[in-house]
């Protein structure tokens, strides 16, 4: 019971740090495709 207890935890930590990754890596995403589009429009406004 106590392995058990123990395997679940570790994989509940596992699975909450690449959740943490994933999200992460979105945000950033998000962040250099905000860049890139705020870029774009100021050099088309001139």
Same mark, same amino acid.
């Given at each position: ?15 909450? /740090? #690449?959740?943490? %990754? ?15 589009? /705020? #870029?774009?429009? %100021?050099?088309?406004?001139?």
């Amino acid at each position: 019971m106590k392995v058990t207890n123990l395997v679940a935890l570790l994989a509940a930590l596992l699975l909450t /740090a #690449a959740e943490i %990754l994933v999200m992460d890596y979105d945000a950033r995403q998000h962040v250099v495709r905000y860049q890139a589009e /705020a #870029a774009s429009a %100021l050099a088309a406004r001139g």
